[in-house]
């Protein structure tokens, strides 16, 4: 018996304890030996699912886009504030301004992540 499944062996639903460790993701079924496992708690319970699962958790993906507009935007006042007061918009500062609000997107997503990976 793997070591991600929980005491009831009802693996691969929503389960409304924490006694969990499932066997398959309860998104998309797949064995999570293959692709590792990662605990979200929802209102309707806690859910394990594989990582491509994962990485596509809306609760997970609106908390980085807030994440992203709080920080990229006080990046952006910090570090180009001058450069929008002036009104001097030039195409590389387009490209700064994505990169401003994808990279606390990205620490926030990769954050959750490593905090609900579950080990064996
Ligand atoms: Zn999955």
């Known amino acids: 018996m793997p070591g991600w499944v929980n ?5 691969g ?3 409304k304890n924490d006694e969990l460790v499932a066997s398959r993701c309860t998104a998309c079924r797949v ?3 293959k692709r590792g496992a990662f605990l979200f708690h929802t209102d309707e319970g806690s859910l394990i699912k594989c990582v ?3 990485v596509r958790h809306r609760p997970m993906l609106r908390r980085s886009i807030r994440v992203s ?3 990229g935007t006080v990046l952006i006042a910090i570090n180009h504030g001058d450069i929008l007061l002036r009104g001097e918009w030039t195409e590389g500062f387009l490209w700064k301004l994505g990169l401003t609000y994808a990279v606390p997107f990205l620490v926030a997503t990769w954050g959750a992540l490593g ?4 080990r064996r």
Request: charged share 35%.
């Open 52 to 54: 491509l699962c994962a």
């Open 13 to 15: 639903r929503r389960m």
């Open 115 to 118: 905090s609900s990976r579950l």
């Open 31 to 33: 064995a999570l030996e």
């Open 7 to 11: 005491r009831r062996g009802d693996y």
């Open 69 to 71: 507009l709080v920080v």
